[in-house]
Structures are given as structure tokens and as C-alpha cells.
């Protein structure tokens, strides 16, 4: 799991060095297949620490916001695919498990 985090806070680190100020979703550097299996990965594991903390608990709600504070870091360091890539391990999750229903 470390490694995965990692590789997505790499890519990030990658971005927010690269960034000229005008790139945008077609113009930014995409993630490899790798750097994108390593998204979903860290998307599964943080969604994966909200599961266990109980329902309706404040810890809940502020590991569901890391989770989209997370994917907003990597969209904004310019890597809209990997940030699709965790967002979705997480909310596949975080359905699994449970945690995210139908109601609202």
C-alpha cells in the first residue's frame, strides 16, 4: 500500500513541477498503466479506512473527505485519469462495503 501511495503522490509531485499554468485535461501528462493500477489501489485503501470507522461518526466524515480532497490533489496537479482512477476504487468500494447506498 505504501508503494502505491507513493507512485500517486510521484505523479502528483510530477505535475505540480510540470505545471505551466495553461495545461488542461487533453494537454496534461497522462499516468502509465502502472501509475493508474496504483490510483486504484490507493483509492481502495482509503476507502477501505472508512469502513472501519463507525457510521455516522465525525472520523467517518473526515476520512470521506480526505478521500475527495485526494482525488482533487491529483486532479489539479494535472492528472485527471489516475484521479478518475482513485475516485473510482473508492466509491466501488465505499459501496462494497456498504458505507455509500442508494439513500441519501
Partial sequence: MLTAVFVVALCAVYGLLNYEGHRDAQTAPECNPAELAAARRSGDAAAAAVAVTRPGSMERQY????????ETEIRSAGFPSAADAFAAAAEQRLTSDGVLTDRL
Fill in 63 to 70: 476520512a470521506i473527505m480526505a478521500i475527495r480532497a485526494r
